[in-house]
């Protein structure tokens, strides 16, 4: 980690230049994983893909991401947090290019789990970056900054993706990652510190790394393409996992950080309300194109309200939520977002967007806004800072594994399959049913939060206790 003495202030260059690097990392990761959704149809018509393909070309690059984000962690906190994610960085770029050659669905899928390998080295680190390297005080309002522009290139993914597609070719969604890739590389080797534990364990847990990637895989394939076999992997997989985290010396995953409440809490938050996000961008952008006619550049201009919201007051939710502690944000947020769920629920044949689209839009935006700085920043808080890169591995970990859980499992729980995805009538009856169980979802997140999460939690740290 890094010296006491060197801990950057948020207001120097210093301490800007490296929020910059963790944005523009964990904005690249997370812009692909949204820039995908609105390229779903145009990569099914171009390729012959099946419904079951195209759910394919967006969970195996979020189950590589989940299964493998805990050892980019673990593998910063003890190799070098800012060496991992330039490795990560430049991993994600030749993927990429391997996306955007792909000749068939096969292909793609392939490359798309590559690419979730780099963006699983990558993402921690831009997290643990800010809390190894600024100090204790500003961490909440560089974590709003980061969540605000990271959050926007979520948001951005579906436009630029329909501008890219109307302009040129699906292709473009993954070769675009390339010149980005470069900028971030030449910010982080000049001016991002490196830093690492301290204390770093001798042996890297290989067993359970596998035994976690068995786990999401065999539920995800479940869930995806049906049958009891994957299914019992998957459930085994988990059991064993947590076996051998539990008695390992050097676990991948120590258990132990489940024992603090926020840490625990905040997790269990995180699964439910990006379980609902990751179905609501995947079928939302479907039930656009598909239903409401819209195209993919108009259906990217859909989300603009989202983004500008997340840019312009997450920093303001990261501050607020330093001065009067994480619950009342990380309750209100989930249950705002739920009503614009309910309201986008109304999206359907000849859908107009100032009545249909814009209010849900809008809603679903403030909820997150309220939600998403003070949620990171009360993952982070929980753990010592040598435990940072752990702690933003297993809070990702947790988001994306929700996301790919939920786009696996509610196309099937609302009853589409196979080439529903290309029939109106029947993709606008599953989307309607999907999105009340994504405003469930959202409840059930406000419902834990002021339940479970502990009165009167703080986001700072005592400096002595860090050190």
Known sequence: ????????????????????????????????????????RPIGVDLGATLSELQWVVNAYMLSLASLILVGGSLGDRLGRRRVFVVGVVWFALASIACGFAQDASQLITARALQGIGAALLTPGSLALIQATLVPADRA?????????????????????????????WRWVFLINVPLAAVIVAVTLRHVPESRTRAAASRFDLPGAVLGAVALGGVTFALIEGGWAPLVVGVGGIAAFLLRERLTRHPMLPLGLFAERTFSTANVVTLVVYGALGALMFLLILQLQVVSGFSPLQSGLAMVPFTVLMLLFSSRSGALATRIGPRLQMTVGPLVSAAGVLLLRRVSADASYLVDVLPGVLLFGVGMTLLVAPLTASVLAAVDDDHAGLASGVNNAVARAASLLA???????????????????????????????????????????????????????????VE
């Open 407 to 465: 786009v696996a499992a509610l196309p099937t729980l609302v009853g589409l399959s196979g080439d529903d995805y290309r029939l109106p009538a029947v993709l606008d009856s599953g989307y309607e049913d999907a999105m009340l169980w994504c405003a469930g979802l959202l409840t059930a997140g406000a419902l834990v939060s002021v339940v479970l999460l502990p009165r009167g939690v703080g986001l700072q740290r005592d400096p002595e206790l």
């Open 141 to 169: 309002r560089a974590i709003g900054i980061w969540s605000a522009w990271t959050g926007v290139a979520a948001a951005v993914g579906p436009l630029l993706g329909g501008a890219l597609i109307q302009a040129a070719s």
């Open 1 to 40: 980690m890094a010296d006491a003495a060197r801990l950057l202030p948020l207001r120097c260059a210093a301490g800007r230049w490296v929020v910059l690097a963790a944005v523009l990392g964990s904005g690249m990761a997370l812009l692909d994983s949204t820039v995908v959704n609105v390229a779903v």
